[in-house]
């Protein structure tokens, strides 16, 4: 591929509902421009973009693709994402290496909680964008509803471009609204003039006012003439729109089919025309050595540095650090220095990435899009500079995962594959974690979603041969007493030779303290326990919090008092008092009025207003308590409750067929409660057999 300058290139990420239409529109468009002979479709699996098996299989973005696009002597890097929520994490790297984005939406689906989402993010990265309206070959598909519900949604900036015209059903051709002229599709692909159907007319002056009213929003003096009844020259429209697209002010709505290859290029020539280029974008990082602020600004005649968005390990193509070059020019043979590892890689090969076939470039300009190869420590989020002007750049916001399920070899042998497959996984994809929660004898996988850590699975056994099993997490309960005890247990036991012996008399009362497993004091007076004992005394308490007498649980805020006891000359010893200690311990316990606690989280759920009563009483079923309410921006509301964890299984899911997907959340560990009785007996039932068993699996 050739080498583009930074004002011949376009960065441009897809965003939008999942099945709304990108990965097909970037297809069209691929094939609009000549890089493939046919056009593949997702259900065949034979896109550029859904090249993963996973993706294959199940028909549906999982991972961000790059596709640069050359268009006249432009290059437009597409950056094509997942549309659902459990692949956030890729869209989130997307947005970050990209200068403008277009949000799809199907006219005959409208605008739905993905569209909304995008126009968020748009919002949140300053991002200028223009929205495309697929389907438009669809009888039911409704252009100028999607329009409508946009301009409700977000006011004046939304500028229609075009109007479908359709003859007995068909999608032949469109009205330009900024020329106010008819175009219609031949069967080779071109377009010829036409007039204006009479029926479009009506349609065109509403849009063509929008589009006017959009412009003179922009400036007093378009403004003051507007209102005096002038006309806008066609230039004059265009510089404003040039100016105003760039700068986000103003939306423009384009439309089109990406099963017939319709509309792809006036959305080409209009990317080209109206979104910026990285030049026109600033990009601050800081100097590491000097402490000030770095302006790299896509300036290709500053020191070089790049930033890592997102890093590919497939066992298949091998490992790339996807990079946007930020400043400067880099080249092959490069020596560029990650300033967060403390290390200095030589560049070698160059790369520009096609789906998952990559292409060799000699160098990339400021503003690029391109992959580096088998960089040893590099990781996503990471910068790149020379050591000589060590730059940083703030690391992308990646969302945090909530969802988790413990998971298990299904075949024996297997733990450490699994966590090396794992790990690998985990360098892709920031939204995957796994935590080691020895406590109870389990280890978890977290993720965005059910879905998520099913593909999780999926990718496991087809790329590493290793079958993992996803089950439901054991809670961390602990035990706990409310009362006094007094108590004694005498050891004694006699096997020919020395025999041993202990005798302590104990008291077990509440410390107060749930943060500490248990206080040991000794009060002992005459020497009935020889002080020499006492440190066996507290390992057996030691040994015994461990796994309590109710539920085999951790105990917690116990105060153990030695107070008396008695011993033998020759047979008593460290085990002995140990042992006497541990079963005293138990004995205590059980007769101290013992109670399991249960971990609470702090929760908070963000919502769209209309569901906050849904959200509340589905709350009060889980045994939350809400706390408070407090209004957020878009509209939304942050609801405040107490929940027990073990009512946050499933909540991901649930919540998403609440809110249609709208709602997100939140938690943290907060602290410890009594638990209810029906869930404690419950709890103690099928936990008896762990009492006796070592095995805490």
């Avoid at 423009?252 to 319709?262: C, D, F, K, T, Y």
């Avoid at 292409?359 to 990781?379: F, N, Q, R, S, W």
């Avoid at 969302?399 to 594959?417: C, L, Q």
């Avoid at 961390?476 to 050891?491: C, H, L, M, S, W």
Wanted: hydrophobic fraction near 35%.
């Amino acid at each position: 591929m050739n080498v583009y300058t930074t004002d011949k290139i376009r960065n441009v990420v897809l965003l939008g509902h999942g099945g709304c239409g990108k990965t097909s529109l970037a297809e069209a468009m691929a094939y609009l421009a000549g890089m493939t002979t046919r056009m593949g479709k997702v259900t065949d699996g034979n896109t550029i973009s859904d090249y993963d098996k996973e993706e294959i299989k199940r028909h549906f973005s999982i991972n961000t693709t790059v596709i640069p696009i050359v268009w006249g002597d432009t290059k437009i890097n597409i950056l094509d994402t997942p549309g659902y929520f459990d692949f956030v994490g890729e869209v989130e790297e997307a947005v970050s290496a990209a200068d403008a984005a277009i949000i799809v939406v199907s006219g005959k689906a409208g605008i739905e909680v993905g569209t909304k989402k995008a126009w968020e993010l748009c919002e949140t990265y300053k991002l200028p964008r223009m929205v495309f309206v697929t389907d438009m070959d669809i009888d039911e598909a409704s252009y100028r509803q999607v329009v409508e519900d946009l301009q409700q949604l977000y006011g004046k900036r939304i500028a229609p471009f075009h109007l479908p015209i359709r003859e007995n059903g068909q999608f032949v051709g469109y009205v330009n609204v900024l020329q106010q002229r008819a175009k219609r599709w031949k069967d080779n692909g071109e377009v010829e003039k036409v007039e204006v159907p009479e029926y479009s007319k009506e349609n065109l002056g509403i849009c063509r006012e929008a589009l006017m009213e959009a412009v003179a929003e922009t400036s007093e003096e378009f403004m003051d003439r507007y209102f005096g009844g002038e006309e806008f020259s066609e230039d004059e429209i265009r510089q404003a729109l040039r100016v105003n697209v760039s700068d986000g002010s103003i939306v423009p709505v384009l439309m089109g089919s990406n099963v017939l290859a319709r509309g792809m290029y006036t959305l080409m020539v209009d990317i080209v025309k109206y979104l910026p280029s990285p030049e026109k974008r600033s990009c601050t990082g800081i100097n590491a050595k000097s402490n000030e602020v770095y302006n790299a600004d896509y300036d290709f005649a500053k020191p070089k540095s790049a930033y890592i968005f997102k890093t590919i390990a497939d066992p298949f193509i091998g490992k790339y650090s996807l990079i946007k070059v930020n400043s400067g020019v880099i080249k092959t043979d490069d020596l560029l220095y990650n300033q967060h590892k403390d290390t200095e890689e030589k560049i070698g090969k160059i790369y520009v990435l096609c789906g998952n076939k990559p292409e060799e470039v000699k160098e990339l300009h400021a503003g690029d899009i391109g992959a580096l190869a088998k960089l040893t420590k590099a990781a996503t989020t990471d910068s790149l500079s020379t050591k000589a002007n060590p730059i940083l750049y703030i690391r992308t916001q990646i969302s945090i995962p909530y969802t988790y399920k413990r998971y298990k070899a299904v075949n024996k042998g297997d733990e450490d594959k699994i966590s090396q497959a794992l790990q690998k996984l985990m360098l892709e994809d920031l939204t995957l974690k796994t935590v080691n929660d020895s406590e109870n004898g389990q280890t978890l996988l977290y993720g965005m979603g059910d879905q998520h850590l099913d593909v999780v699975a999926s990718k496991l056994l087809e790329r590493y041969k290793v079958q993992i099993e996803l089950k439901k997490p054991k809670v961390a309960f602990r035990e706990t007493i409310r009362k006094k005890a007094d108590v004694e247990y005498k050891y004694k036991k006699q096997s020919g030779g020395h025999g041993q012996y202990g005798h302590v008399k104990m008291t077990f009362e509440p410390s107060g303290d749930l943060e500490t497993p248990y206080v040991f004091e000794q009060c002992v007076v005459g020497g009935a326990v020889p002080k020499n004992f006492f440190p066996a005394v507290e390992k057996g308490i030691q040994e015994g919090v461990v796994k309590g007498p109710m539920a085999a649980y951790p105990v917690v805020g116990v105060k153990a008092v030695l107070y008396d006891g008695s011993y033998h000359p020759v047979d008593s010893s460290e085990m002995a008092f140990k042992v006497a200690a541990l079963q005293a311990f138990k004995k205590g316990i059980m007769e101290a009025s013992p109670i399991l606690l249960e971990p609470i989280a702090s929760l908070k759920v963000v919502v769209p207003d209309k569901y906050t009563g849904d959200i509340m009483g589905d709350l009060n079923k889980r045994r939350g308590r809400v706390l408070g309410m407090n209004p957020t921006e878009h509209g939304y509301q942050e609801i405040v409750a107490d929940i027990p964890y073990m009512e946050l299984y499933g909540y991901n899911t649930d919540l998403r067929s609440m809110t249609g997907g709208s709602g997100t959340f939140s938690y943290e560990f907060a602290r410890y409660e009594q638990t209810p009785s029906d869930i404690q007996e419950k709890e103690i039932a099928e936990r008896a057999g762990k009492l006796d068993n070592t095995d805490n699996s």
